[in-house]
C-alpha cells in the first residue's frame, strides 16, 4: 500500500521530476514502504551470489583520477568515459564525491528505513551509472535514459530502477500521451536487451579503465548502438 505522506512526494515527482528526482524518490521510500516490501527486495538481491559483493559495499570502489583518464588513449574505457563526463556536461565534483552525498544524507534522517543492503547498492550504482551508459551505448537522451535504466532492471530487481519506469510511464499516460509509443519502444527495447546479454550491473569498472571499450562490450555480448525501439 502506498500511504498518503509517500503518496504527496510520488506525485511531486510526477509533475516535476528533475525539481524532484526520483533519486529523491527512492530515498523518502524506505520510511513508508511495508517491511513485506523492504523483505522481498532484499531476499531477492541476498538470494543471487551475483549481487552478494555488490548489497554488502564489497564493489565500492575509491574515487578514480578523473584527469588522468584524459590521458588514456582513444577509444580505451576510461577515456571513453571522460569524454562522455565532459561531453555531457556532467560536474566531475559529483562523479568523484558520491559517497560524501550518501553520508550527508545518512546524517540528516533521508535514509531513515533504508535497509544497509540498499545503501550499499545505490552508492555503487551512482559510481557505476555513467559507466553503464558509456559500456551499454544508451544517449544521454530522455529516451536513452529511460532504455538504460529498463535495461538495468532487467538484470538487477532493483526499486530505484523500478521507479524510474512507474515514473515515466505515469508521465507518458497523464500528461505526455504523444509519447506512448517512443516510451514504450524504449523500455522494452532496453528491458529486451538486458535480457538478452550479459550481467553488467556488478562489475568493477574503474579496474578495466586502460582496456580497449570494444573488447569489453565484446565480452557481455554488446554490440553497435543499442536500438530505442522495437
Known amino acids: 500500500m502506498i500511504n498518503e ?77 571522460h569524454d562522455w563526463i565532459v561531453d555531457n556536461n556532467l560536474m566531475t565534483a559529483i562523479v568523484a564525491n558520491y559517497k560524501r552525498l550518501h553520508e550527508s544524507f545518512e546524517a540528516d534522517g533521508t535514509l531513515i528505513g533504508m535497509p544497509v543492503e540498499m545503501k550499499h547498492a545505490i552508492l555503487r550504482s551512482y559510481q557505476t551509472h555513467d559507466f553503464q551508459h558509456v559500456v551499454t551505448g544508451y544517449n544521454s537522451s530522455g529516451f536513452g535514459e529511460v532504455a538504460l535504466q529498463a535495461f538495468c532492471l532487467a538484470q538487477f530487481p532493483y526499486p530505484y530502477f523500478g521507479m524510474w519506469l512507474s515514473v515515466s510511464t505515469t508521465r507518458m499516460t497523464f500528461t505526455q500521451p504523444r509519447t506512448i509509443v517512443k516510451m514504450m519502444d524504449a523500455i522494452s527495447a532496453g528491458w529486451t536487451y538486458g535480457r538478452t546479454t550479459g550481467n553488467i550491473q556488478c562489475e568493477k569498472w574503474e579496474t578495466m579503465l586502460d582496456q580497449p571499450l570494444s573488447e569489453i562490450r565484446s565480452r557481455y555480448g554488446l554490440s553497435g548502438m543499442p536500438s530505442l525501439q522495437v
Request: glycine share 8%; no cysteine.
Open 5 to 81: 505522506e509517500f503518496g504527496k512526494s510520488l506525485i511531486s515527482t510526477f509533475n516535476d521530476p528533475v525539481g524532484h528526482g526520483v533519486h529523491l524518490l527512492f530515498n523518502e521510500w524506505w520510511q513508508h514502504a511495508s517491511e513485506s516490501a523492504k523483505d522481498s527486495y532484499v531476499t531477492m538481491i541476498n538470494s543471487d551470489p551475483h549481487f552478494a559483493a555488490f548489497s554488502q559495499g564489497d564493489l565500492y570502489a575509491e574515487p578514480i583520477d578523473f584527469a588522468a583518464t584524459s590521458e588514456l588513449p582513444i577509444g580505451t574505457l576510461g577515456r571513453t568515459y
